[in-house]
């Protein structure tokens, strides 16, 4: 049923576009800020809420957007462009997907400007998972009218998801580099447009070297979008990749506070969750154990909401948070003179409170087992090593087995998923190396391989001193 619907709305979004191509508005010079979208409604109060919802989209914080689009379309029920933004921030795919055929019998009925009428269109085609088309419309548009800062910023952004990364020899991807040249060329072409500042710096959360010009550029996004947590949560991740946890610890903590709204649950928040993660993170590796444990142990202290076990902020907390505190303990040098053992045991311990059957008890298993047998191996008791890595590997097995069933509850898993298993892999071959010392420099390649680039402003998987 669904590829009917689907086929009918990219038809539908072609048409759109058509439409929107026909009567296109002409941005004139001193055009208002790019988010002042021509809308066809007369509520100042939607057009407000609107210009708000579309600047937290396109930023990334869709839990704020959405509230945003929701009082847009209580201010005014034929507001169009409200209800897909509706849709782009709903989390459940299901009710996301059974809402999109009676979406575009509603905007057919609904007025638009021809600009709305280029948004809903290319919207739908995201919501169609057509990411690669509507990046190309972005980016036509932005070619035409060069005030159109919004639809500059979505086509880079889009092309930059769509191949984001490097290969393993550190060489950028073809639609990455487009991405960053067209974010370089808007950016020195516009350094004083928040956007701009923005997406320079953005598409470089995951290259292999900072650039001082991203490093720059992220500075004036904080400064032009002041009390946003995006911003300041991308500068502190572009200084923390730059071997700068220190300096970019204040700058995650302020993306925590702005991220907190009464107005928005913690269950809801996954900005909010991934920057705390990210201050615990930075902490220890800039050296602040203590403060690093209280950030972690107030994290682990949070009740686990069951009612919303598949929530992206709670999908967070079970499987980052969880194993944040054994996590740090992976490539702690001279793990026996340390107390490794009795620090993984206290990690396994403050964990929240799982549900019985939760796959990342296998992560925790494997994890701890891993530690357990590099003490041992350190101690040269190297057949309790070897049971301990026995161990380790079938509590991996298990977790490889729960794939289908996790991804089954929908895309937010795949992200955790994924780092889950390099976390495992990792500390599974930093084991092997200190168990089997004849092959040792093969398991320590693995484990730098097995270390994959760090994408969606996420702290790394497997975090090292500086």
């Not at 992220?218 to 979008?225: H, I």
């Not at 686990?304 to 980052?320: G, M, N, S, T, Y």
């Not at 930093?430 to 010392?437: D, G, I, L, P, Q």
């Amino acid at each position: 049923m669904f590829h009917v619907e689907q086929s009918a709305l990219i038809f539908m979004a072609a048409a759109l576009v058509a439409a929107a191509d026909v009567a296109p508005v002409q941005l004139p010079e001193n055009a208002p800020p790019a988010l002042q979208l021509p809308l066809a409604t007369s509520n100042e109060e939607a057009q407000k809420s609107m210009q708000a919802g579309m600047l937290d989209l396109v930023l990334g914080w869709p839990e704020s957007a959405r509230l945003h689009f929701e009082k847009a379309a209580q201010a005014d029920d034929m507001c169009s462009l409200a209800y897909v933004g509706l849709l782009m921030t709903e989390a459940d795919a299901d009710k996301r997907e059974r809402s999109l055929a009676a979406l575009t019998e509603r905007i057919n009925n609904l007025p638009a400007t021809p600009v709305e009428t280029f948004y809903l269109a290319t919207f739908l085609k995201l919501l169609t998972n057509d990411k690669a088309g509507a990046a190309e419309d972005f980016c036509r548009r932005a070619e035409q009218y060069r005030l159109d800062s919004l639809s500059a910023c979505w086509g880079i952004l889009l092309l930059h998801c769509s191949d984001v990364g490097y290969e393993e020899d550190g060489k950028i991807r073809p639609l990455q580099q487009r991405a960053l040249e067209l974010a370089v060329s808007r950016y020195e072409q516009n350094p004083e447009d928040a956007l701009a500042c923005f997406v320079r710096a953005y598409v470089e959360e995951s290259a292999p070297q900072v650039s001082e010009q991203a490093l720059e550029a992220a500075q004036k996004a904080v400064q032009k979008l002041p009390g946003h947590p995006i911003p300041s949560h991308l500068l502190g991740h572009l200084l923390y990749r730059s071997g700068k946890a220190a300096e970019a610890v204040p700058h995650l903590m302020q993306a925590a506070k702005h991220a907190t709204r009464k107005d928005i649950p913690e269950w809801e928040s996954s900005v909010l969750m991934t920057a705390r993660l990210y201050v615990s993170t930075a902490l220890w590796t800039a050296g602040q154990d203590g403060k690093a444990l209280a950030t972690r142990k107030a994290m682990n202290a949070m009740p686990l909401d069951r009612e919303h076990l598949h929530a992206p902020a709670v999908i967070l907390q079970r499987w980052e948070a969880a194993t944040l505190p054994l996590r740090v303990l992976v490539k702690r040098p001279k793990p026996a003179r340390e107390g490794l053992i009795v620090a993984a045991a206290k990690a396994a311990q403050v964990s929240p409170a799982l549900p019985g059957e939760d796959p990342v008890l296998y992560v925790r298993d494997c994890l701890r087992a891993a530690l357990y047998a590099r003490v041992r191996a350190e101690r040269k008791q190297m057949s309790a090593a070897a049971s301990s890595l026995k161990l380790a590997e079938e509590a991996l097995l298990k977790f490889e087995k729960t794939r289908e069933d996790v991804l089954a509850h929908g895309a937010h898993y795949i992200t955790p998923w994924m780092r889950a298993m390099e976390a495992c892999e990792v500390a599974l071959a930093t084991a092997r190396a200190e168990v089997y010392t004849r092959t040792a420099d093969m398991w320590r390649e693995s484990a730098a391989r097995s270390v994959r680039p760090v994408t969606l402003m996420m702290p790394p998987v497997i975090p090292e001193k500086q």
